[in-house]
């Protein structure tokens, strides 16, 4: 049997992710694989890099650190000032520290104890694209760079942008790399019932919502035989969490982490 972690993205929403894993790993549950897209291959990466209640430890202490706030903690002149010459808000510094001291700046896909891939969008193919081996900072940074908030990551002559927009919570590679245990990671968006847009800022997230849970639903009706996948519980959310706004809001992080825990713990138990 193999058993895969499947991390999905979601932005701040993503905190819910470290408590699910704190739920499998104290029950012994541990990977063979995982594979994750944005935010779900930040905290995939560090698993796959220590799968371990350590490694638990240090991603709830990055979720709540003030240096996370950065990321996104850019002033509002300076957002605009950047989002009129360029095609971000955001600078990728900050990530990039994150990610360099907490999985290591010189760590290779390919060395992790656990077999590790994230997914990016690649530009210029119009193409899901699959990092299975090279620099791991580098290739989770192509994962998360979403589209309007962070620059595209130009990698051997391609530019990727955040694999939310091809493959956001990837189950079929899950399946497609030899699992027949899936634990899906996924921070609560899915289990929201969609509403028409009202308003501007909505209209690209309801065709994005509509695109990621179209796929996912796809990929989950097509389980083959023989492959058991249990999507795990965030314990809840707000509607306030779906606002296009909402961000670069990490104040509610160690809630999501603590709720997902108490009811993935709950769902692990009455297997």
Not at 100 to 123: H, K, Y
Not at 138 to 160: C, T
Not at 227 to 254: C, E, F
């Amino acid at each position: 049997m193999t058993t895969a972690f499947v991390l999905g993205g979601g932005g701040v929403l993503g905190a819910a992710e470290v408590g699910m894993l704190r739920a499998l790993i104290e029950r012994g549950i541990k990977p063979d694989v995982v594979v994750g897209t944005s935010i779900g291959a930040v905290n995939g990466a560090a698993i796959a890099a220590d799968p371990s209640e350590n490694a638990i430890q240090q991603l709830a202490a990055v979720w709540s650190s003030p240096s996370t706030k950065e990321i996104y903690g850019d002033s509002y002149a300076r957002q605009l000032r950047r989002f009129a010459s360029r095609t971000h808000l955001h600078s990728p510094a900050p990530l990039r520290r994150i990610l360099n001291r907490t999985l290591g700046e010189e760590a290779l896909i390919e060395d992790l104890p656990v077999p590790f891939q994230c997914c990016a969008a690649s530009i210029e193919r119009a193409a899901e694209h699959w990092f299975t081996e090279g620099p791991l900072v580098q290739a989770v940074l192509a994962s998360s760079a979403v589209p309007g908030l962070l620059p595209p990551v130009p990698i051997d002559g391609e530019h990727f942008i955040d694999g939310g927009v091809v493959n956001s919570i990837p189950v079929g590679r899950a399946v497609e790399l030899g699992a027949t245990t899936v634990w899906v990671l996924q921070v609560g968006r899915v289990d929201r019932p969609l509403q028409p847009p009202k308003k501007h800022l909505d209209v690209a997230q309801v065709a994005f919502e509509i695109a990621r849970r179209h796929r996912f639903a796809r990929e989950m009706a097509a389980l083959p035989a023989g492959v058991r996948a249990h999507v795990l519980p965030t314990g809840g959310g707000s509607p306030k969490d779906d606002s296009p706004l909402s961000y670069r809001n990490l104040s509610a992080a160690r809630t999501r982490i603590e709720r997902a825990y108490r009811a993935s713990s709950a769902y692990l138990d009455g297997l």
